[in-house]
Structures are given as structure tokens and as C-alpha cells.
């Protein structure tokens, strides 16, 4: 009987934060309500990311960086990709490409980078180049070779979108705290990968990241945006959270290395297979470490 109860209580209460969960839907009396929560429920959620626990350099006995590439053709990374077209679809749903330019052209992600080293910072103008193409057919050349204005119908504006995006390539330090006597994870960089705009619509464009974005100054707008969760609607998962717990399938393409931190391609050349079995190979060394840590 004490089972029984138990359990409907644990229903009750997993019911009700439900029914919270999906912001305001049931309590909106008309659209524009839904998804706007009030000012007293915001205060009393107290929604912000989970802060970064202070680690000092001396607890660190063991660290290793490396980069990763998540595909997004992989059903385990759909979250980071969907959805790709955003006009019969709300505004609370955008995939991660659309959320980092959004706050990057409203300025509340600052700092990107044109590389994963963070050595040169770059603006939105910076990057413009990157993510447009604008081209003129050739009735307009010959419009402007004949002195006369270019029209509008010449010209050719192609845009990166969510749709364009192929990969992330993520950079994260894996490091073994021994105050915790535990094996941890901190994403540092993340930069969104597509195929160079210039040659978009050839038939096997190389693919180019379109910038880098240090991933701690991202997170709180990151944990504003919420991803799909397909087990259950009503409870999503922020960006914030789906990163951070690693929710997502990568492959190791570099790590830091004695030589220049050169990738596994270029070592390892022509076979995919190796490749893969070499990214595995750096997942067990630093999985392996852990676990000699308990070895007597």
C-alpha cells in the first residue's frame, strides 16, 4: 500500500512539472501567450547555466586537448540540426546555428575567433565574407560592360543557413581532477562547419569552419535556447545542457601533440577506417588513464 502511494505521488509530481514545463501553453488564453512566461515565474525559476566549479592548476594530475567533429547526418546529433526550416514552426525552436548568429548580429555573444587558438578576434562584419556570396549572372556583366545600372534580377545572393550546416568541430580539455578522483569534461571552443560559400552548389565543395566561439561566453544564451527532446516534449533540453553532458556523438580528428597538433588525417592518410580507428585509440588512452588510476 505504501508502494502504491509512493508511486502516485511520484506520478502527481512529475505530471504537474510537466504541465510547467510547456510554457504557459495550457493557462494562454490566446497564441500570443504561449511561450510568455511572467515575471514571477521567471524570479522563482531563477533559470541560469550551472556555474563551473573552481578547478585549480594543481588539482589537475592529468590533461589532454582535443578536437572533435560531430556529423550532424547522425540521428544522435539531430538535435544540434533541427529544424532547418523555420517558417511553420515556432519561435521557441531554432536549431544551434540559428541561435549562435541570432546572438552574435544582437552582440550578446562577443567574442569569436578564426580559429580554435582564439588568436584573432573577429566581428560580424568580419565573417560576412564567409557566410555570403554575391555574385552577377552574365546578362549582368554585359548590363554593366554596356554602361548601363546593374538590375536587381542580375544579381546572385547565396547565404549559409541551418540547412548548409554539415558539422561542429568542437575543441575540450579532458582532465583528471584528483581532488574529485574523477575523469571530467570542459568544452572550451565550438565552431559550426559548411561548405565553402564560393563553391556551395558544386558537387563536393570542401567544407570550411565559419567561425569559432568560446564556448563559456556563450552559454548563457545557450541555455536560453531550448533543443528538442524526443522522449519528451514538454521537459527540452537546453543547448547549454546537451553540450555540456555530452549528449551528442564525435569523433576525434586532432589532438595536441609534439608535432604542431597535427590532425589524424595527416598522419593517416586515404582510409577512413584508420582514421576512425585511430580517433578510438585516442578515446582509450584517455579513457585508460582513469581507469589505471585503480589499478594496484
Not at 564567409?130 to 542580375?154: F, P, V
Amino acid at each position: 500500500m505504501k508502494l502504491k502511494s509512493f508511486l502516485l505521488t511520484v506520478t502527481a509530481v512529475f505530471t504537474v512539472s510537466g504541465v510547467f514545463a510547456q510554457a504557459n501553453i495550457l493557462n494562454a488564453k490566446s497564441p500570443e501567450e504561449i511561450g510568455v512566461r511572467t515575471e514571477a515565474q521567471v524570479a522563482v525559476d531563477n533559470d541560469k547555466p550551472l556555474e563551473y566549479g573552481y578547478v585549480d592548476d594543481r588539482d589537475i594530475l592529468f590533461s589532454k586537448t582535443v578536437w572533435e567533429k560531430v556529423v550532424l547526418d547522425e540521428r544522435a546529433n539531430f538535435p544540434l540540426y533541427y529544424p532547418i526550416d523555420t517558417n511553420n514552426i515556432g519561435s521557441d525552436r531554432r536549431s544551434l546555428y540559428d541561435v549562435l548568429m541570432k546572438n552574435i548580429k544582437n552582440g550578446k555573444i562577443k567574442n569569436i575567433y578564426d580559429d580554435s587558438y582564439f588568436t584573432t578576434k573577429r566581428t560580424l562584419k568580419d565573417i560576412e565574407s564567409a557566410l555570403t556570396m554575391i555574385d552577377t549572372t552574365e546578362l549582368g556583366i554585359e548590363q554593366l560592360n554596356a554602361g548601363e545600372e546593374l538590375s536587381k534580377e542580375y544579381i546572385n545572393r547565396r547565404d549559409i543557413t541551418a540547412a548548409d550546416i554539415k558539422e561542429y568541430h568542437m575543441r575540450g580539455v579532458w582532465y583528471f581532477d584528483k581532488r574529485q578522483a574523477e575523469m571530467k569534461y570542459r568544452l572550451i571552443a565550438i565552431a559550426p562547419v559548411a561548405p565553402d560559400v564560393n563553391f556551395i552548389d558544386s558537387d563536393s565543395p570542401d567544407l570550411v569552419p565559419l567561425f569559432w566561439v568560446f564556448f563559456p561566453d556563450a552559454r548563457e544564451v545557450l541555455h536560453q535556447a531550448k533543443a528538442f527532446n524526443n522522449e519528451n516534449s514538454s521537459m527540452p533540453f537546453s543547448f547549454d545542457h546537451l553540450l555540456n553532458s555530452r549528449r551528442f556523438q564525435g569523433y576525434i580528428f586532432k589532438e595536441e601533440n609534439v608535432h604542431g597538433d597535427r590532425a589524424v588525417s595527416e598522419y593517416v592518410s586515404q582510409n577512413a577506417l584508420m582514421q576512425l580507428l585511430e580517433s578510438e585509440r585516442i578515446k582509450d588512452k584517455i579513457r585508460d588513464f582513469e581507469l589505471d588510476m585503480w589499478t594496484y
